[in-house]
């Protein structure tokens, strides 16, 4: 219920955003993203876009809320590790608030039937089944 933050005073951003910390250090709560951005009375995707500098904000603006983007992110991961969040849960999270992606790309390549050594697997086959038996 807050008004919003004036962006372009970095004094008033830097006393919301302890403002949100100090709300969740009070009631308990764990700190959120989209909490953070309610806090600050902007939209996720606004706040992300100051952060990466697609949007005129002073430059103390941009750190303080890249700073407390980190702050978020590093519970986040603390609270997965200590099992207080459902990994699955902060996986999503992660990926949607913190641009954490999965950087693996498997392949599946196939494999033609005339390169399969059929004897070699037979026999490799065979060998295991002999030392089961012994």
């Given amino acids: 219920m807050l008004p919003k933050v004036n962006i372009a005073d970095a004094e008033e951003v830097v006393r919301r955003c302890?403002?949100?910390?100090?709300?969740?250090?009070?009631?308990g709560m764990k700190p959120t993203f989209a909490g953070f951005c309610l806090a600050i009375g902007r939209s996720r995707e606004y706040i992300l876009d100051i952060i990466s500098?697609?949007?005129?904000?002073?430059?103390?603006?941009?750190?303080?809320?890249?700073?407390c983007r980190q702050i978020i992110t590093a519970q986040t991961e603390q609270f997965m590790v200590d099992g207080k969040i459902n990994p699955v849960?902060?996986?999503?999270?992660?990926?949607?608030?913190?641009?954490?992606?999965n950087d693996e790309v498997l392949t599946v390549k196939a494999i033609r039937e005339d390169a399969i050594d059929k004897a070699s697997l037979i026999a490799q086959a065979q060998m295991l089944i002999e030392q089961k038996e012994e």
């Fill in 53 to 67: 500098g697609n949007v005129d904000a002073p430059k103390d603006t941009r750190e303080v809320l890249g700073k």
């Fill in 89 to 101: 849960a902060g996986i999503f999270l992660m990926r949607n608030n913190m641009g954490y992606t």
């Fill in 18 to 27: 302890k403002t949100y910390f100090d709300y969740c250090i009070e009631d």
